[in-house]
């Protein structure tokens, strides 16, 4: 079975960092490109960060570009975001999503919350 594991949220102050993680299995991860994807409170879903399946090129969105990093590590099956100066706007259930157009396949994780608050 498909599994994408989000870890890493929490209870963050304002101008904090987390580093979200998300562990994939039973599928071959390096052919996968991968992305964030959050939802805040009451609002719909926000593609956050993309990177493609070797790691070589990577976007983000204009409301996190220069704060977060996205990276993987295909030998450990493993995806990152990096949170550096979060906002309260940012505040989230992030979502980690493997995605193949070739095979029209797309993997969903359950997600894990970011709260930024003071």
């Known amino acids: 079975e498909v599994q994408l594991v989000e870890s890493g949220g929490g209870l963050v102050q304002p101008g904090g960092s987390l580093r979200l993680a998300c562990a994939a299995s039973?599928?071959?991860?390096?052919?996968?490109?991968m992305n964030w994807v959050r939802q805040a409170p009451g609002k719909g879903l926000e593609w956050v960060s993309g990177i493609s399946s070797g790691g070589g090129v990577t976007d983000y969105a204009d409301s996190v570009k220069g704060r977060f990093t996205i990276s993987r590590d295909n030998a450990k099956n493993m995806l990152y975001l990096q949170m550096n100066s979060l906002k309260p706007e940012d505040t989230a259930v992030y979502y980690c999503?493997?995605?193949?157009?070739?095979?029209?396949?797309?993997?969903w994780g359950k997600g894990t919350l970011v709260t930024v608050s003071s």
């Open positions: 039973e599928f071959t991860f390096s052919s996968y490109a």
């Open positions: 999503n493997a995605e193949q157009v070739v095979l029209r396949q797309s993997y």
